[in-house]
């Protein structure tokens, strides 16, 4: 694991956990929005092992989608998973009244979840430094 793989990882479970504040606070959009950046960010992790680095959203879900959803690598459903959270992302981002329900949050964090899950089995345990592990 490369240093910006494991501090990606570390990114992403720390946004999970702001996920679950911002839900329990009575935020199920911005919790949504963090649950997005934690699949993205694990995304990315992969993509990084693999020596690819995009500037842009859309490209690193495409790239997640060929490298690794599509060759059977990781599982379809992550590829989904990552296309669905941006959707409801935006909704949550750009939407000008609140749409997000509490229940799409939940799955959304439980998929985030799911998604470090995945991270850390393949790619090594998201600890707070290189070190721990």
Do not use: C, W
């Amino acid at each position: 694991m490369t240093e910006d793989q494991h501090d990606l990882l570390v990114k992403a479970r720390d946004s999970i956990k702001a996920a679950r504040v911002l839900l329990s606070e009575g935020f199920p959009g911005f919790a949504v929005s963090r649950a997005y950046y934690a699949m993205f960010y694990i995304a990315q992790t992969f993509l990084e092992g693999e020596g690819l680095s995009f500037s842009k959203h859309s490209a690193v879900i495409a790239a997640f989608g060929e490298h690794f959803a599509r060759t059977g690598r990781v599982p379809a459903q992550f590829h989904r998973f990552l296309l669905e959270a941006m959707e409801l992302r935006h909704e949550s981002d750009y939407a000008p009244r609140r749409t997000i329900s509490d229940s799409q949050a939940i799955e959304q964090i439980d998929r985030a979840e799911s998604f470090l899950e995945l991270g850390n089995s393949l790619i090594g345990p998201a600890s707070d430094s290189l070190t721990d592990h």
